[in-house]
């Protein structure tokens, strides 16, 4: 089993910056990606972006391309999403995933194992 706990979120005015946190505990595959989705109220849950932990390529959304950046931790078993430049269309819960394999542009939900509770980003205009 896996565990994922997010941290990072909070309310910030357009413009500003926020880095998310997610770690990442339990037995893991050896072979795995972890990814950062986003869901707004009435909304689908969208992937946002993703990094192969093995690798380090990463997949990001057209609408946060240039602005926010995946990165991971290896020995920390953590990924973070450094966000600039936010717009107030940025508010949504912000989850983080993991799901086996080298494959990181993976938009569909149901196909990521493991999910975190949840953080909420509000940017405000």
């Known amino acids: 089993q896996v565990q994922l706990v997010e941290s990072g979120g909070g309310l910030v005015q357009a413009g500003g910056s926020l880095r998310l946190s997610c770690a990442a505990s339990?037995?893991?595959?050896?072979?795995?990606?972890m990814g950062w989705f986003r869901q707004a109220p009435g909304k689908e849950r969208d992937l946002v972006a993703a990094?192969?932990?093995?690798?380090?390529?990463?997949y990001y959304g057209d609408s946060v391309k240039g602005r926010f950046t995946i990165s991971r931790d290896n020995a920390k078993n953590t990924v973070y999403l450094q966000m600039n430049s936010l717009k107030p269309e940025d508010t949504a819960v912000y989850y983080c995933a993991l799901r086996p394999g080298l494959t990181v542009a993976v938009t569909t939900t149901r196909l990521w194992n493991y999910w975190g509770q949840g953080t909420q980003v509000t940017v405000s205009s």
């Open positions: 990094i192969s932990w093995n690798t380090g390529s990463t």
């Open positions: 339990g037995r893991t595959a050896s072979v795995y990606a």
